[in-house]
DNA sequence: ATAGTTGCATACCGATTGGTATGTATGTAT
DNA sequence: ATACATACATACCAATCGGTATGCAACTAT
């Protein structure tokens, strides 16, 4: 395991990719790892998910993991951390923390994810919330991490809908804590009977319900 | 396995078991497996589920489990059939349809789950959603079991609110669909926020919030 | 140039997995 | 009483699991 590195680079691909490896090879594999990982895990569950498979899907040895990875908990948190979060961040965090008007965000991220959505990512859920339900009652350290994004979520949703208000973009009357927890359950439900009835326009219609649900929040002018 | 049986017993204990199995003996070890086996997947859900743990936590043996079933995903599915779908129907179905006041049953079956919940329901969630959400990605077997039950409770809930109306116990105005399918949504929604943040407190509350809400479509005297 | 670190490959390990083969005691039907 | 089906128990199996030990090549710092 390489977490404590001796070598100090400051070579010019660390500019992007913070130090955690001291050579671009290194931090290549790790990243390949992470995405395979990341799948794996979407696909069967954080328990059910094979070293050995993630492997042979990227055809990295098992030496190459567990350089980089101390065990499987390891490996799993480290895509909690930053794959999922990463992800998390620019989809949800970002937009929501530079608007004052929350309400046409929300539903251009709808759209967007909407259009982007796969058949296979529908029939596979949304991957934080898979992993929140599986191991919550199993392990801490996962419990935690998910918990917190969710808790993230929901602070910055909140946030968002408060200026809406100041800002006139949202009706003065909304309970912006209640409103921001009902979207979050909302979608989770949808992603939810998208996934139990594996059907992709399932999840397509239960989003334009939310998107047009969301325009009774925004005044009449 | 014991599929087709060659002895056509009429013992007295047969009126209230069907005969899946001869001697009573059997039926007695299959309904402990099954059992068992609820409650393994319950931790740790079906894939991760142990059959060696469901042995050891029952005295049973390996030759008497697949002498009743087949193998392990037959095992689940009975478990779906027979433990899962037995009690959803007794809490939920038969209560449901022999009423014409659906709102006050609901808000019954809230209180008395609530009262009987341990902290350990909360914090492993339902299992037929657990299930639900596990499986339907990597088997149909258990995806249409799961989503065959869900259907069926919106139907039975749908068709209560109906009478309930016509009974003048709901408001005219509800949309018995809707109503049906928000209920369901919005209950998952808590089973899995309090799942996820571990938390038995969190699901009273939202229990206590459903039914306080459930109480806007009773009409007013 | 050389010493030392990093990055990775190969081979191996015990434990556990779901599943099977075989033997036997108990019950049932005739 | 006898023939047969039922209901197990025991022992074994290959495959896979996560994890480790060791060796070596490539890169880095001096």
Redesign the interface.
């Known amino acids: 395991m390489c977490f404590k590195k001796k070598t100090n680079s400051d070579a010019w691909w660390h500019l992007w990719k913070c130090n955690r490896c001291v050579q671009k090879r290194g931090e290549d594999t790790r990243q390949k790892l992470l995405q395979a990982a990341f799948d794996e895990i979407h696909?069967?569950?954080f328990?059910?998910a094979s070293l050995s498979k993630i492997l042979k899907n990227t055809g990295i040895t098992k030496g190459a993991l567990y350089h980089h990875f101390s065990n499987k908990l390891d490996l799993g948190y480290a895509v909690v951390d930053e794959v999922l979060f990463t992800s998390f961040k620019e989809t949800w965090l970002e937009p929501l923390n530079n608007t004052e008007d929350p309400i046409s965000v929300l539903q251009e991220i709808l759209i967007a994810s909407g259009d982007s959505m796969t058949d296979e990512d529908a029939?596979?859920?949304c991957p934080i919330?898979?992993l929140?339900?599986?191991m919550?009652?199993?392990d801490k350290g996962f419990?935690q991490r998910?918990?917190d994004i969710?808790a993230l979520w929901r602070k910055s949703l909140e946030a968002a809908i408060e200026r809406g208000k100041l800002a006139g973009n949202v009706v003065p009357e909304a309970d912006a804590r209640r409103l921001a927890i009902l979207f979050i359950?909302?979608l989770?439900?949808c992603m939810?009977?998208a996934?139990?009835?594996?059907r992709l326009e399932m999840l397509l219609e239960c989003g334009r319900g939310l998107i047009e649900h969301l325009e009774l929040f925004r005044p009449k002018k």
Request: hydrophobic share 25%; glycine share 14%; charged share 15%.
């Open positions: 696909k069967v569950g328990q059910a029939r596979l859920g919330h898979n929140a339900q599986e919550s009652p199993l419990q998910t918990v969710y359950a909302t989770d439900g939810g009977l996934k139990s009835t594996q």
